[in-house]
């Protein structure tokens, strides 16, 4: 069964989004220290999100945000 383009392209986006984790996480770890603030909007991470994903570059709004344009360009 081939893969519609859709498929494809949900599952390149998940590949890239996969890379930018391990990406920031591996920041994370060189560095010894999460990062505190959004790199979108400067405001700070949550403690709450910090400790669920200590590899969180942007708050919450920021990465629904990311995440909800990502979607409409691979579309």
Do not use: Y
Not at 18 to 26: F, G, L, N, Q, R
């Amino acid at each position: 069964m081939k893969a519609s383009n859709f498929d494809q392209e949900m599952a390149e986006l998940r590949v890239e989004e996969e890379k930018e984790a391990a990406i920031a996480s591996a920041r994370v770890a060189l560095s010894g220290v999460g990062q505190t603030d959004c790199e979108e909007c400067g405001r700070p991470i949550g403690k709450a999100r910090r400790a669920a994903m200590p590899s969180a570059t942007r708050c919450v709004s920021c990465q629904e945000a990311f995440e909800t344009e990502r979607r409409r360009v691979a579309r």
